[in-house]
């Protein structure tokens, strides 16, 4: 097992400086070395290394998909849009590219791009909690609160443990005005995340609105 994955970012940096001191063309150890570098919080870092295993593999949906992660992080939009566009033409099985792009696309107010993102992520992929999370933020976003509820139904029913998505739910049902709901769903979130900031922070704005 790499440093990478043990959480020895240092040393799996300086294994990969090695590696691409005998393979400067090494497209792979790049990828590789921009992830660990990504782990670190170096995004200029990291995006130098996506770029670098771009130029030397064109192919790799891998990189793209990377790169895009730490441009949308760096605030980027439009080149983590264009990104997660090309890997996602190098693979169109990408489920997580559609994801990510759509979750680009709401940052920039496009929620019928992102609308149709996250539903291309769910239909490749049925099963991921967190895909419905995301398409029900951007349902809420664009006032469909029972199609969102319905979304955080499915992600909670998918993984349990997903905090955020019972804390999302607390917010449609807030809007709502189900304030018991609400409650209950922060309530959960807490449970399943006891260092969940927002939740905290919900539930007491929700409790409020009940006192009032």
């Known amino acids: ?21 005998f393979d400067p063309r090494w ?11 990504y782990r670190q919080g ?9 770029t670098r295993a771009i130029e030397i593999d064109p192919r790799s949906a891998l990189a793209y998909y990377n790169r895009g992660k730490a441009r949308r992080d760096k605030g ?26 759509g979750n680009a696309r709401m940052d920039k107010g496009d929620l019928d791009g992102a609308m149709a993102d ?8 049925q099963h991921n909690a967190l895909f419905y999370n995301n398409r029900g933020l951007v349902r809420r976003a664009k006032g469909d ?3 969102a509820i319905k979304d955080y139904d499915r992600a909670v029913q998918l993984n349990p443990r997903l905090s955020e ?7 449609a049902r807030l809007d709502r005005g ?12 807490i449970r399943t995340d006891p260092s969940f900031a927002k939740a905290y922070g919900n539930r007491g704005l929700a409790g409020c609105f009940r006192a009032t």
């Not at 189900?178 to 979130?189: M, Q, V, Y």
């Open 145 to 147: 609160l029972p199609g």
């Open 76 to 101: 980027d939009l439009e080149g983590s849009i264009v990104d997660y566009t090309t890997a996602i033409k190098i693979n169109p099985h990408l489920s997580s590219g559609y994801n990510n792009r």
């Open 165 to 171: 998505a019972y804390s999302n739910r607390g917010n």
């Open 178 to 189: 189900d304030i018991e709901g609400s409650l209950g769903d922060f309530a959960s979130a």
């Open 42 to 50: 170096d995004l200029n870092g990291s995006i130098a290394d996506y």
């Open 118 to 125: 996250l539903d291309s992520a769910i239909r490749l992929d």
């Open 27 to 37: 497209a792979l150890a790049y990828n590789m070395r921009g992830s660990a570098r």
């Open 1 to 21: 097992m790499s440093g990478n994955k043990k959480g020895d970012l240092d040393g799996a940096i300086a294994d990969y400086d090695a590696a691409l001191a």
